[in-house]
């Protein structure tokens, strides 16, 4: 393969690009922050943490610096900034490129709008990272890289991928279901945006008892949406789709609540990324991106998603100011 760029050397970015430069492949990174962009060619980008310590000094741009064109482009940008990233990438994607979303959230949605779903390729990755400062990622705990065509043909330039990004993540996969990861995140994902809301880390927040029925409610709301779209969900170490349906179970979602606790706290990563958008970076999250589409999509079949309504509710009003974090906000998410 030739020169990667990847767009956005944060959490994701930057963890999965300093593995395939230290593999040897040809990577640049392009970051908004100039003080992470100067760190990464100067000093070098540092991964920490339990999974590995290594440093790599590569080519780092801001945006408004890239030059010249690029078949492949590793897309690495919270939700929110997908189209403007994208728009930005356009004049420099070769013909016969192609953007990777390494994102949460239906992105391929907005990139394949953008520049054709003949140049987007879709991904799940669920490894647990964290941008600490300029120059410094957290590595918490490996998990799935999925890759997959976004109309599942298996193509070799799928195969081509798969084979570099095994130099990150030796058990990647392609799939002919990408949509089904993708969904699948996005019931587990509504979990880590009701963490947010609190204080307690995901292990412990996970664990309270008395929120089973909200873990129960979110993942059924997502789940009915992606049925109306007609993809099949598919599992991942982190959930279990079979565990929620309407028909499963109450011990089913316990059983598979519990799995979800005990493989957090394994990682390093106490608490989620929107947990640090909120309480340190002071900034807004994914929401409307990530999880609001649920309630939009849904509401084009006509089915309601009250929980996920609630929980973006509430996230907007963390963000706006108007109400602090408490590990009592997820209790509202029980109310009618």
Same mark, same amino acid.
């Given at each position: 393969m030739g020169p990667i760029l990847i767009w956005g050397a944060g959490a994701i970015g930057g963890t999965c690009g300093a593995y395939l430069k230290r593999a040897g492949h040809d990577v640049?990174?392009?970051?908004?922050?100039?003080?992470?962009?100067?760190?990464?060619?100067s000093s070098g980008l540092r991964i920490t943490g339990p999974v590995d310590e290594f440093s790599v000094v590569a080519p780092a741009f801001l945006p408004e610096q890239v030059q010249g064109m690029w078949r492949h482009v590793f897309l690495c940008v919270k939700a929110q900034d997908t189209e403007g990233a994208t728009r930005a990438i356009t004049p420099h994607l070769a013909q016969d490129g192609y953007i990777l979303s390494l994102q949460n959230g239906l992105n391929e949605?907005?990139?394949?709008?953008?520049?054709?779903?003949?140049?987007?390729?879709?991904?799940?990755?669920?490894?647990?990272?964290?941008?600490i400062a300029p120059g410094e990622v957290l590595f918490g705990s490996r998990s799935s890289v999925v890759l997959g065509e976004l109309d599942g043909a298996i193509t070799p330039r799928l195969e081509e991928l798969l084979g570099v990004m095994r130099d990150f993540e030796p058990d990647a996969i392609i799939t002919d279901n990408i949509w089904g990861y993708l969904w699948g995140k996005l019931g587990y994902g509504a979990m880590l945006f009701a963490q947010?809301?609190?204080?307690?880390?995901? +292990?412990?927040?996970? !664990?309270?008892?008395?929120?089973? *029925?909200v873990w129960?409610? =979110?993942? $059924?709301?997502?789940?009915?949406?992606?049925?109306?779209?007609?993809?099949?969900?598919?599992k991942f170490p982190m959930f279990d789709p079979a565990a929620f349906m309407?028909? +499963?179970?109450?011990? !089913?979602?316990?059983?598979?609540? *519990?799995r979800i606790?005990? =493989?957090? $706290?394994?990682?390093?990563?106490?608490?989620s990324g929107v947990w640090r958008d909120l309480a340190v970076r002071k900034r807004r999250t994914e929401v409307d991106v990530?999880?609001?589409?649920?309630?939009?999509?849904?509401?084009?079949?006509?089915?309601?998603?009250?929980?996920v309504r609630r929980l973006v509710a509430l996230i907007h009003e963390v963000e706006d100011g108007k109400r602090p974090l408490s590990d009592d906000n997820l209790l509202e998410l029980l109310q009618p």
């Open positions: 640049s990174f392009v970051d908004i922050v100039p003080a992470h962009v100067e760190a990464i060619r949605t907005i990139i394949s709008r953008i520049v054709g779903r003949d140049r987007t390729i879709g991904a799940f990755v669920n490894y647990s990272t964290d941008w947010a809301l609190g204080n307690l880390g995901i +292990a412990d927040c996970l !664990a309270r008892p008395e929120l089973l *029925a129960r409610a =979110l993942a $059924r709301e997502a789940l009915a949406v992606a049925a109306a779209e007609g993809v099949r969900v598919e309407p028909d +499963a179970p109450e011990g !089913a979602a316990r059983a598979a609540i *519990a606790v005990e =493989l957090n $706290r394994h990682s390093a990563k106490t608490h990530q999880i609001a589409p649920i309630m939009e999509v849904g509401a084009r079949h006509g089915i309601d998603t009250p929980t």
